[in-house]
């Protein structure tokens, strides 16, 4: 508890609450500040419980805040009819597990009050829905509700993407850079070909050569997305043909007698439910609702009111105490029914936690049922396909790990290049610098020799040779590349078509094999799911028995155990008494005296002659106390008396020894 208490402190001092609170001024609050320091951290919570409680009325203080708890999955530890008086009067041990619960979770609790205020459902009563304008307008609200529910986790994804801003910039500013880049080269390569003849018509035939690859890329990508549509309709087709298959041969194997045990089963867990379950869940709404209307209904509660039916409780808890132990004193009858009262209120435990673990079973099926219908319509929605399982979901991922694998390749190649890159620019770097140094050393030269510029003139006329050189030689390469790659690509276009020719052949025949294939392991599948099913079914029917036998088992030995314990404490007691008597009418003195009885009045002489002599020294002690203390001062004013003799005696000879010193001082003047 004071863990507890020293985590809301911490807490309640930090942001955004700033309460300044120790554990002794938090520990003192009244129950009214304590309702509000709740009242704060729900509203930083939910902001629609800013209010101030003191202008609000109890009651509706306390459905308020039992709402938003509600809301937020709160589940209180103890009775709810407790909880909700200890909310009416500020009690601690209440509002401190509140406190502790919320201000440990309070980031992903405000996630959960701001979905609330979107996804609570309002509850419209069945008689309001046949009303056509309502019954559409609650639809536009569901279709809205799932509306937001989808957006709101398509923008928890983008969040957690981990895409930020600087990344973006980023991106950006290198795109327009190797933008410009390109529009540097393009410019390069346009004053290029410009000098070269007929370049307009060569451009133009460049152009429709790239126009006609794309045709051809958007042709192949069609053709693959259609081939895709119809493998994905095939593979539906045999996936209804393998579920009405399933059906059919269910439907023959089907036994009266499987049928009619399956709808007994059934019939049994709603009867149970019917008569069992929910009669004793409604009572206890019932009695809570009462209980509640009852509180509800009676005026507001003072201090004095509150102590007296403490006052109350606590009578009647000693009441039921007392009862319950004389009922153990006199019922020995019901001793020995209460062990089979147990057990029977322990399966009855068990057969309502298993009734309400089938029916969230149940209701989790559903639920999955619901969410897979969902995912499958949205992934068609997306990309038109089935969702990928079993082997295809198989081939997929080992399709992406070839990729992956490729990737990684590829980017150390690119690690390396990038590395090699920097080298080479070091070395380009130099080799400038040397460079540099050359040309000044010759510049020098020339200047000596007075042909200063003759190296620059030099240069030059190379590189405008080199450069009429390089321009004759691509205007015939580039001829002569480009009727060479036509001729390339028909080749290409042919060999491809040559070769792909038997590998279709041999492609169709394996295709229908495939078929065959795989609708036999579908039907293999199916027999051996069900049979695992089966077997799943009966283990956990024996792992449950024997987990039932051995409960009952340990509960037999506890039983057992305790039992004897109590059987040998009580033979215990029995031979002591025993003992006892026969020590007691004992006629040997000896032996009698040997009993507790004669032990304990023996003991008692003893302490009752040891009192009277203490009484007796006590008296002695009291009479001469006067006399005694008269005494004592008087030895005490002799010791002073002694004590100041002796001060003067030291004082008089140190006076002596003095004089002594000052006299021989003299003497010894007078010689010299």
């Known amino acids: 508890m004071s863990d507890q208490l020293k985590f809301i402190v911490e807490r309640l001092n930090k942001e955004p609450f700033k309460k300044n609170y120790n554990l002794i001024t938090f520990d003192s609050l009244e129950p009214v500040q304590l309702l509000q320091v709740l009242n704060d951290v729900l509203a930083e919570i939910d902001p629609k419980n800013s209010v101030d409680i003191r202008e609000e009325m109890p009651d509706q203080t306390v459905k308020r805040m039992l709402s938003v708890l509600g809301i937020l999955k709160y589940k ?24 502790y619960w919320l201000l440990q979770k309070i980031n992903e609790l405000k996630k959960r009050a701001y979905l609330a205020r979107y996804l609570v459902k309002l509850e419209v009563p069945a008689e309001f829905l046949q009303d056509d304008i309502v019954s559409e307008t609650n639809k536009q609200y569901e279709e809205l509700m799932d509306n937001f529910k989808i957006l709101h986790k398509e923008c928890e994804q983008l969040k957690s993407s981990g895409f930020s801003t600087s990344e973006i910039r980023r991106d950006i500013s290198a795109m327009e850079e190797e933008k410009d880049q390109l529009m540097k080269r393009v410019e390069r390569l346009k004053k290029r070909v410009e000098t070269v003849q007929n370049h307009q018509r060569m451009l133009e035939i460049a152009r429709q050569l790239r126009v006609e690859k794309e045709r051809e890329e958007y042709l192949a990508q069609q053709k693959q997305t259609l081939r ?67 509180v509800a209904s009676e005026p507001e509660m003072d201090q004095s009111d509150l102590t007296e039916l403490e006052t109350k409780i606590h009578e009647v808890n000693l009441e039921i105490n007392q009862l319950i132990e004389k009922r153990m004193r006199n019922d020995p009858m019901d001793d020995k029914l209460s062990i089979f009262r147990q057990q029977a209120a322990i399966i009855a435990r068990k057969k309502e936690t298993k009734a309400e673990e089938l029916q969230e079973a149940k209701e989790e099926i559903s639920n999955l049922e619901k969410e897979i219908a969902q995912k499958s319509s949205q992934a068609r929605d997306i990309d038109g396909s089935e969702i ?135 039907e293999k599948k199916a027999q051996y799911d069900s049979c695992a099913a089966g077997l799943e079914s009966n283990r956990s029917k024996l792992e449950q028995d024997v987990r039932g036998l051995h409960e009952e088992c340990s509960q037999a030995e506890s039983q057992y155990h305790y039992i004897n314990l109590m059987k040998k404490g009580v033979e215990v007691l029995l031979q002591r008494a025993a003992d006892e008597m026969k020590a007691y009418v004992s006629p040997d003195s000896q032996e009698r005296r040997k009993s507790i009885r ?65 006299q021989e001082g003299g003497e010894d003047r007078l010689i010299l």
């Open 76 to 99: 209180p530890p103890g009775d709810m009819s407790t909880f909700r008086q200890g909310l009416v009067v500020g009690s601690k041990p209440v509002i401190h597990p509140v406190l």
């Open 228 to 294: 895709n549509q119809l493998d994905s309709t095939e593979m539906k087709l045999q996936r209804a043909q393998q579920q009405l298959k399933n059906m059919r041969h269910a439907a023959a194997d089907a036994k009266p007698e499987g049928l009619m045990k399956r709808l007994e089963e059934e019939m049994k867990f709603n009867s149970y439910m019917v008569s069992e379950k929910l009669p004793k869940e409604l009572e206890s709404k019932k009695h809570t609702l009462s209980l509640l209307q009852k």
């Open 388 to 522: 990928l399982r079993g082997d295809e979901f198989k081939r997929y991922v080992s399709k992406l790990r070839g990729k992956s694998s490729v990737f990684k390749k590829k980017r150390q190649e690119l690690a390396e290049l990038g590395a090699e890159c920097g080298v080479l620019q070091r070395t380009e770097q130099i080799l400038k610098q040397r460079h540099e140094s050359v040309q000044q050393q010759l510049q020098v030269i020339e200047q000596k020799r007075g042909i200063s510029g003759y190296s620059d003139t030099q240069e030059e006329l190379e590189r405008v040779s080199a450069l009429k050189s390089e321009v004759d030689e691509m205007k015939g390469r580039t001829l002569d590349d480009m009727s060479e790659m036509v001729k390339k690509l028909n080749s290409i276009i042919a060999n491809k078509k040559s070769a792909l020719a038997p590998v279709i052949q041999e492609l169709r025949p394996l295709r229908q094999k495939c078929q065959e294939l795989t609708q036999e392991y579908d």
């Open 598 to 662: 004669e032990q304990y009045t023996r003991n008692i002489s003893e302490q009752e002659n040891l009192g009277k002599k203490l009484r007796e020294k006590q008296k002695t002690v009291r009479e001469s106390h006067a006399p005694n203390m008269k005494q004592v001062k008087m030895w005490r004013d002799l010791e002073n008396l002694m004590e100041c003799k002796k001060m003067c005696f030291l004082k008089q000879q140190n006076q002596g020894s003095i004089g002594q010193v000052i």
